[in-house]
């Protein structure tokens, strides 16, 4: 979507930011446990004020969000009552730092090496068109050996508005170059989104990824740059 739909939403709140969960993800406790976060460095893309950075923080030895909307990272380190300091478009609170700023134009180093991604909600709030910029600047910054957690959501009828529907088949599409397990499926009929949009079915997915190479398919992030 269009940077404003995201700082509109983040000025509107209520349910206009019910992708924020006001929990730690289940999913994330399960796939990426304390004793696979030691000493790694884990990179949240499109981070918002995600309760899931609080449980990384505890066990990794470093976590790098990036989120383009300032209020939602004032947010975070105020809901949590962690004292921050911001240096330029830095929010730095222990080993806790969060980027403000635009996802696609981050280079590598801005945020530095990092070993495992988590994606929980960001490539399915991306339309498609943007959805490929993000894979291609994706693909620019994780190196090869990169461990990801995917989480995604399939239901029907399909919306024109995020969080969008992916299929696994999607997914395997997008990550040609890596090893993908897909480790959940779960039909989740209570989903408030069922409710919502009187949906026939809801399930949301995980997928486990290991980058094995860079892609020769995908665009370089520098070339698109050059000719935007």
């Known amino acids: ?18 992708f924020h969960r006001k929990d730690i993800h289940p999913y994330a406790i399960k796939y990426l446990p304390p004793f696979a976060l030691e ?25 790098i969000g990036v989120e383009i909307v300032e209020k939602a990272i004032h947010q975070f380190f105020e809901d949590n009552q962690l004292a921050y300091r911001q240096i330029g478009s830095r929010f730095v609170s222990g080993n806790i ?11 590598r180093e801005d945020i530095g090496p990092f070993d495992i991604v988590y994606d929980r909600a960001a490539l399915v709030a991306l339309p498609r068109p943007l959805r490929m910029r993000y894979l291609q600047t994706l693909e620019w910054l994780a190196p090869v050996g990169t461990l990801s957690f995917l989480n ?18 999607e997914v395997a599409s997008y990550f040609p170059n890596y090893a993908i397990d897909h480790v959940e ?22 997928f486990m990824m290991r980058k094995l190479y860079d892609s020769p398919v995908l665009i370089d992030i520098e070339d698109l740059m050059e000719t935007a």
């Open 39 to 63: 000493g790694q460095t884990v990179f949240v893309p499109l981070c918002g004020k995600s309760l899931d950075l609080l449980y990384f923080s505890r066990f990794a030895t470093r976590v």
């Open 97 to 107: 730092t969060i980027l403000c700023r635009d996802f696609f134009s981050l280079k």
């Open 185 to 206: 499926s779960q039909e989740v009929p209570t989903h408030g989104m069922v409710r919502k949009y009187n949906l026939s079915y809801l399930k949301e997915h995980g």
């Open 152 to 169: 995604t959501l399939e239901y029907a009828p399909a919306l024109a508005t995020p969080p969008f529907s992916i299929l696994p088949d």
């Open 1 to 18: 979507m269009e940077k404003a739909f995201w700082f509109n939403s983040w000025e509107l709140e209520g349910h206009y930011t019910s």
